[in-house]
Each structure stands twice: as C-alpha cells, then as structure tokens.
C-alpha cells in the first residue's frame, strides 16, 4: 500500500517562507492529478493548490502570487513553496494524489504567528 508522507511545516512568523514536501513511499502509476488541501482551525478542508498530468496548475485566490505547487516525478514528490505566509495560512497542509485510486497523506501543521 503506497503511503503519503508530509514535512517541512512548522512555527514561521508572518512574511516568512516554508517549503513542503509530500513523498510517496512507492510508484504510483497513471497520476492525472496531485494536490494541497488544508484544513484550519473550525474550518472545513479546502484546496490550496493543485497540478494535473500535463502540469497545469490551479491555486486558490487567496494563495495566489504567494504559493507554488511543483513536482519531481523522478523522486515521486510533490512541493508547496510558500512566501509572504500569513496568519490566516495556519493549517494542516495535507497531499492528495489521484489515479485509479485516491491517495491522502496524514498532514503536517502549518502555524504562522508572531
């Protein structure tokens, strides 16, 4: 069974940067889509960002211009670089990878705070 592993969150204060990582424990065959979702405090789960098969890519409007979302397939990783981090970013930052099946990770906290 593939597993999804998140790091790179952590404590940042308001205007820094983080960089996330999501590594996939095998191959996953046949990705047409992989994806950031987060979840905030009281808050339901929303997409942040997300890159399809031929690399387009969809970010929401609060994250845009700040967030990019890359890929390394060689490594089976997905990225999520963040600048200009803002309070209102803290969250569980969690992977979604879809193929025939659906894939999520267990998430890893984001908290931006002075």
């Known amino acids: 069974q593939v597993q999804l592993v998140e790091s790179g969150g952590g404590l940042v204060q308001p205007g820094g940067s983080l960089r996330l990582s999501c590594a996939a424990s095998?191959?996953?065959?046949?990705?047409?889509?992989m994806g950031w979702y987060r979840q905030g405090p009281g808050k339901q789960r929303e997409l942040v960002a997300s890159i399809t098969g031929d690399d387009s890519t969809n970010y929401a409007d609060s994250v845009k211009g700040r967030f990019t979302i890359s890929r390394d397939n060689a490594k089976n990783t997905l990225y999520l670089r963040m600048n200009s981090l803002k309070p209102e970013d803290t969250a569980v930052y969690y992977c979604?990878?879809?193929?025939?099946?659906?894939?999520w990770g267990r998430g890893t906290q984001v908290t931006v705070s002075s």
């Open positions: 095998g191959s996953i065959l046949g990705i047409y889509y």
């Open positions: 979604n990878v879809r193929s025939l099946l659906q894939y």
